[in-house]
């Protein structure tokens, strides 16, 4: 059991309950979008909540979520004390504090300018700053975890850092690189527009800047439920995993390819050329070799365990593994959904079809699918796996789980499906009404309904979620549950390459590329004259 | 102790490395020589100019220029918010400002922006650029009023701004707000969700403190209500055409003659 089980669940906590409230939220969202009539439907009000449900989607649950699951790994797969417990816990503060000046600053109407920003359109010095602190707490947990391999392997000489941990540092030192884009961002831009001490804003250049941050986040959020195909799912199902090495690479790759690749946001944008777009373009296309990657080790690993489990013939193997396990039912679900999300983002990111989806409802759905699909539905999956580490109390039954895994699945597809048709019709993005009385698009009236209907479905199965880990009275009463155990590979590494147990090598191949990818197009707004905007102020009234 | 580097690291390293190396170069000649050069013919370019394009060093797209247009297009409002416009503004001093103020604008608008008339607009609390705008239009002749086109004539660009910096730093009382619930009133409704079916954004999605909307928009709230109505109507017939991309010309033009008195008792606060 971890000895700081009360910082993890304190992180995962928070994480969970902000997760409730914005899914709530997101239904009021579709409501108002739909012909249907919605309470306060007003487009203030709307982007006011799609803020909130952003910014608690993608920056708090996230962050959190990944702080906590990171802390817990490095006690149970290091089989050592967390180092800087105190740091760990003024991390935690730091970002508490955070959180509460943003969401304060959104609730009091100062900050509607999305998650992403959207400068010239400026919020609340608060709100930023609250981000700000947000980041400063995940940088402190990155160090901690930088810290934590490097005196696993100082004592340790020779022998492997475990696969788990090995992933969530690959996951920090991503994080460290994708976080400087944003942070450029706000220090040079965005706070000087919010101060007064600029009038102007070099909108080309700041969103070239949160470009860089924007793709790599979304890896940020996606490799913890890869660290748990990788190292949860195969031992869940009752086998081990086909190679540890492939795990390792899938992981380096990531970090590799998903940096130098956020220009394909802006294939539509004209501050950029042709050039630059394809190299990000081509790059961006190789991230699709750790994802098969790992499709393929997974599907390996699940068959060993189905075959050991008495599975026979070509498929028989997937009718035998135990699907009423939560961590099973959970890889099969988020496999099926990656390979739809995954389809619709090989469209986004091609050059060329990009233009007939770009700013329509086709790519709200692809990233719900990806990170509200298979993401999500990992961190349910981990949140079962652990909790009974946390809480010393056993589930009584995994029935409930079950329910709310399929129950978010199928609402996913349900809310994702229409988004995706709709896009595909032309439904723009990031508009709070429709007028169903124009004849163009009243079609489109009963899919949005159908959205709601999944995106009702979506909100349950989270209310569910948050239920079924609370502590309940009539659980047994507390016990000593066993340490935890991450998959076993098939041939446990011995002795692996320097380049697989460390991050020197690739630190350095992702500087080169960033250099190669985003060097001439940030450099090029410093040689002329660029175009400044006026900043449009959203707060102070 | 470090680990030993064996052969197996380095080789690792090196490979690593020129598989990188490998995949960075295929995009960079792909991206900057063979497309630009497979494309060029088709765009009229030569191969430099091509390459060119393609990494950002020269601008602009390929595509063929379109046939000049004769008639050059005049704009009403010679006002453009550019960074050095913007600068005027920042920079203006508020004591010059009130000075001129009681001086030249007291007399009606009141020493403290609280207008004496109903006709006569407020002028306490609304923002700079939007005063700003208006006086320099009154001088350019983009908007004519009797007085208002003198008194703008007689002053300088940089006197202008001083006043409106003056009367913006009144800070009023906003009677009515962004963060108003929704009733169910239709003139409410109007102001704050607009009316899709007529193409009509809400009013507050420029005309509220801190709306984000363009600079020139004013604050409506507390105005007075003859004022409003009567510079409603003014757009709605095209008399007035002083507003940017002819916004205030298209949404009062779809506006009833009642919607306009009542939005001018709203925003006044009386309705």
Known sequence: MPINRRLILAHFWLAFVVFAAACALGVWQMWVRSPLAAPQDVPERYYQSVTAHGVSMAYVLTTFFIMGFGYFVAETALKRELPGKTWAWAAYGIAVVGVLMTVMSIAAGQASVLYTFYPPMTATIWFYVGLVLVVVGSWIWCALMLVAMARFKRDNPGVPVPLAMYATVANAVMWLWTTVGVAAEILFQIIPAVMGWTQTIDVGLSRTLFSWTLHAIVYFWLLPAYIAFYTMAPRAAGGRLYSDTMGRLSFVLFLLYSLPVGMHHLFMDPEHSTGFKFVQMSLTALVSIPTLLTVFTISASLELAGRLRGGKGLLGWIRALPWDRPMVLATGLAFFMLWFGGGGGLINMSYGMNAMIHNTSWVTAHFHLIFGGTVILMYFAIAYEIWPSLTRQPFRSATLQRFQLWLWAVGMMVMTIPWHFLGLQGQWRRVATFDYSDPRISAWGPWVVVSLVGGVMLLVSALLFVWILIPKRYSPAPAPAPTYAFALAVHPPHRVPAALNGFFLWNILVAVLMVAAYGFPILQFFMGDAPQAVIHRLSGG | ?271
């Not at chain 2, 007291?106 to 407020?122: K, L, R």
């Not at chain 2, 320099?136 to 660009?157: F, I, N």
């Open chain 2, 1 to 271: 102790m470090p680990d030993p580097v064996t052969r197996e690291d380095r080789r690792w390293s090196l490979w690593a490395g020129v598989i990188v190396a490998g995949v960075l170069t295929f995009s960079l000649l792909v991206g900057f020589v063979v497309l630009p050069l497979a494309q060029a013919p088709n765009a009229n370019l030569d191969a430099w100019t091509a390459i060119c394009r393609a990494v950002g060093l020269q601008p602009g797209t390929p595509a063929q220029p379109q046939p000049p247009v004769s008639a050059t297009a005049a704009p009403v409002s010679q006002v453009r918010w550019t960074p050095a416009t913007l600068q005027i503004l920042d920079a203006a001093d508020l004591r010059p400002g009130a000075a001129l103020a009681s001086a030249v604008c007291a007399d009606c608008h009141g020493a403290e922006g609280f207008s004496t008339s109903a006709d006569v607009p407020q002028l306490a609390g609304q923002s700079a650029p939007v005063i700003y705008k208006q006086l320099t239009d009154y001088r350019s002749g983009a908007r004519a009023h009797p007085q208002m086109t003198d008194v703008a004539k007689a002053l300088t660009e940089v006197q202008l701004a001083q006043i409106a910096a003056y009367y913006a730093g009144y800070r009023k009382h906003d009677a009515l707000g962004r963060s108003q619930e929704l009733p169910s009133d239709p003139i409410a409704r109007l102001a704050h969700r607009g009316d899709p079916s007529r193409g009509l954004a809400p009013c507050e999605s420029c005309h509220a403190r801190a709306s984000g909307g363009p600079p020139e928009a004013p604050i409506l709230t507390g105005q007075r209500a003859d004022y409003l109505v009567s510079q409603m109507k003014a757009f709605k017939t095209g008399q007035r055409r002083n507003d940017v991309y002819r916004r205030m010309r298209d949404v009062a033009g779809a506006l009833t003659d009642d919607e306009i008195a009542r939005l001018g008792q709203f925003y006044q606060g009386v309705y």
